[in-house]
């Protein structure tokens, strides 16, 4: 290497060196006239914030059906500089250029819920709590995001790095969206930060999990034929007793559910095809292989005393995702220091299930937050709190700056 090089790279070393910690880096951000401004500008737009926030949520966007709900934030996107596109997987981009020399930093909100479609959606305000199917999970999200935009180009904010607004498809149904995301930009970004859920810390790695239904196939008949052979429900019932006996650990982090069940589809017949789900998790690969190892031994003695079979079906599968030293990452530092700097003190788990397990198993450092307070996910009655979430959208966009640096 010839001297002026060598000088020239020792010195871009020296440079990237951060002389602050991430409290102090956070500190100098947050201090900063512009990013005051940005703040206040979130401040003086509370009804715009909860008006464009109703309006998104009140668009029913099943899993593979986001296209109604992409078109509309699309645009929201348009008013802003900003490069738009979707890619193959149907996720909406939208990146805001940086002044350069800086780290991308990519922001995902999933766009899709899990509600049936044709669901009419209206949400109500009440006790300082707003009602609606999805309006958490994950839209309370999206709308953070947007407001950031805003309140960026309000404050004219310039990032030195790129921040990537990622809406993406297919979340709740097996992460396609995210997937083909992290796949195509390997090796282009430098952090994922998956908002979903959450409000006070966030996750740094992902939990494995395993969705499985398993049959009990049997003669079948009428309820007036010889007994036995039984309806094939029986030796479902007994091995599912068995399964909830099983010793789940807790540490490492593991949970088991068997939420759907079928049968024959009439009362007066035995079931010749009796099923259940099983929904498998944890945060080590070693636990979700030793379960699934005693689960088939017992489907396997149950149904051979009734002279039966058995036939499983892996519906799912995404392996527990641990990038090794993430703990201690720059990444995992900043928003620690981040929410901190916002009063938090942030519980920080290994337990993340979302989108950020999709860019950690390409090795992406991610993590897993979220923009406010909510209630009921999945489920009819969800709810969040007003209040808090502009607080978070102040976090969120704290953290977008921490990472993708200030440019002056
Ligand atoms: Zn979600």
């Known amino acids: 290497m010839r001297p002026i090089l060598l000088i020239i790279s020792i010195l871009s070393i020296l440079s990237n060196v951060p002389a602050q910690t991430p409290a102090e880096h956070v500190k100098a951000i947050q201090d900063d006239a512009r990013v005051k401004k940005a703040f206040d500008y979130l401040d003086q737009n509370h ?15 099943p899993s593979k059906q986001e296209q109604e709900r992409a078109k509309f934030i699309e645009s929201l996107l348009r008013k802003h500089n900003l490069d738009i596109r979707y890619d193959s997987a149907g996720n909406l981009i939208a990146t805001r250029k940086g002044s350069g020399g800086g780290p991308v930093a990519v922001f995902d909100a999933h766009m899709d819920t899990v509600f049936q479609p044709g669901l009419k959606i209206k949400a109500t305000v009440r006790d300082g709590r707003v009602y609606a199917p999805g309006v958490g999970d994950d839209t309370r999200n999206i709308e953070a995001l947007l407001a950031t935009i805003r309140a960026l180009d309000a404050a004219k904010i310039k990032t030195k790095g790129d921040l990537v607004f990622l809406f993406t498809t297919d979340e709740e ?10 796949k195509d930009n390997k090796g282009k970004v430098d952090y994922y930060i998956a908002l979903d859920g959450g409000y006070e810390g966030f996750t740094y790695a992902g939990i494995g999990i395993t969705w499985y239904r398993h049959h009990f196939i049997g003669p079948g008949g009428h309820t007036r034929s010889r007994t036995p052979p039984y309806s094939a429900t029986l030796p479902m019932a007994r091995a599912i007793a068995r399964i909830y006996e099983l010793k789940v650990p807790t540490n490492p982090s593991s949970n088991l559910n068997i939420g759907m069940l079928g049968g024959s589809e009439v009362v007066n017949a035995k079931a010749d095809d009796a099923w259940f789900s099983l929904d498998l998790r944890s945060t080590s690969n070693e636990v979700i292989a030793d379960l699934e190892k005693k689960i088939a031994a017992i489907l396997d003695e149950e149904a051979k005393r009734e002279g039966m079979t058995v036939k499983t079906d892996v519906i799912s599968s995404s392996p527990a995702a641990v990038l090794p030293g993430n703990r201690e990452s720059h990444l995992v530092k900043i928003a620690e220091a981040v929410h901190r700097a916002m009063g938090f003190d942030p519980p920080i788990g290994n337990a993340g299930s979302n989108n950020s397990s999709a860019a950690l198993l390409q090795g992406i450092p991610s993590i897993s937050t979220g923009a406010g307070p909510c ?12 209040e808090p979430f502009y607080w978070g959208i102040k976090k969120i966009l704290l953290l977008e700056l921490a990472l993708a640096g200030l440019a002056q």
């Open 47 to 61: 009804d715009q914030i909860l008006r464009e926030w109703i309006a998104i949520t009140e668009i029913n966007a």
């Open 173 to 182: 149904a097996g992460m396609t969206g995210a997937r083909q995301y992290t």
């Open 375 to 386: 209630n009921d996910a999945h489920a009819l009655t969800e709810n969040c709190e007003i």
